[in-house]
């Protein structure tokens, strides 16, 4: 993998943005570990592991890496090498080539991989910046991990801007034809009469989860 720039320069304060095309962990001069980022053809160092890397940008926002682990593991049925959503506001999503806790564990942004390829038992990486680089995992597992990356990032979309499907098991929408009454007015106090309701509605089953609240296992 070569690359027309390779910065040296060691930054301090950094957020994953949408460009980036992936990042890594990488020892500097000193041994320290740092995350190496390409971004565009560009790479740099920043004083940060991956790891600590992504909690910062998630923090930044108000999240945390423990709360998108979860919740990327709740939405996909899956416990191990989880993609992340390390920025639902602009639709970024990173996956890990493997274990993160390994420091040449790759973190790759599905938005950048043009293409991939068997090489023996490794796999050849299109990058949108031109550049390849070869992984050391068999093209079906990485593949299945691009997949889950896309598919957590569409169902994170799809469940962010829909309304919860159980609304309407349990109060269907209402169809009102509004009619003229004899004062000459519409009969709008209909409409206001069913919000009432609803809002009666939401306020009881709010009560009812405070009095039996679900609580949360962080165990996995």
């Known amino acids: ?32 570990p740092c995350s190496r980022i390409m971004a565009g053809k560009t790479t740099f160092l920043v004083d940060k592991t991956p790891l600590h890397l992504l909690d910062d940008t998630l923090q ?40 993160p806790n390994k420091i040449d564990c790759i973190w790759f942004n599905p938005e950048h991989i043009i293409n991939t390829k ?15 680089i070869i992984v050391d995992t068999k093209l079906a597992p990485f593949n299945e991990k691009l997949q889950k990356a896309k598919h957590l990032k569409r169902l ?20 009102h034809q509004l009619l003229k009454e004899k004062s000459g007015k519409y009969n709008f106090g209909v409409l206001e009469e069913e919000k009432n309701n609803k809002d009666n509605w939401l306020f009881d089953n709010f009560l009812s989860k405070e009095e039996h609240p679900v609580g949360l296992s962080l165990e996995h």
């Not at 993998?1 to 992936?22: A, C, H």
């Not at 423990?66 to 090498?81: C, D, E, F, P």
């Not at 979309?157 to 829909?162: A, C, D, L, P």
């Open 1 to 32: 993998m070569r690359f027309k720039e390779w910065s040296t320069i060691n930054i301090k304060r950094y957020f994953i943005e949408k460009k980036v095309i992936l990042m890594m962990g990488e020892y500097d001069q000193y041994g320290k």
């Open 60 to 99: 930044y926002i108000g999240f945390d890496l423990r709360g998108a682990i979860i919740g990327a593991k709740s939405v996909l049925n899956k416990t191990m090498k989880c993609p992340i959503k390390v920025n639902p506001y602009q639709g970024i999503c990173l996956f890990p080539s493997k274990s």
């Open 118 to 132: 068997a090489t023996g038992t490794k796999t050849e990486v299109e990058l949108s910046n031109g550049h390849f």
């Open 156 to 175: 994170a979309i799809e469940r962010g801007t829909h309304p919860s499907p159980i609304h309407y098991y349990l109060e269907p929408p209402k169809r």
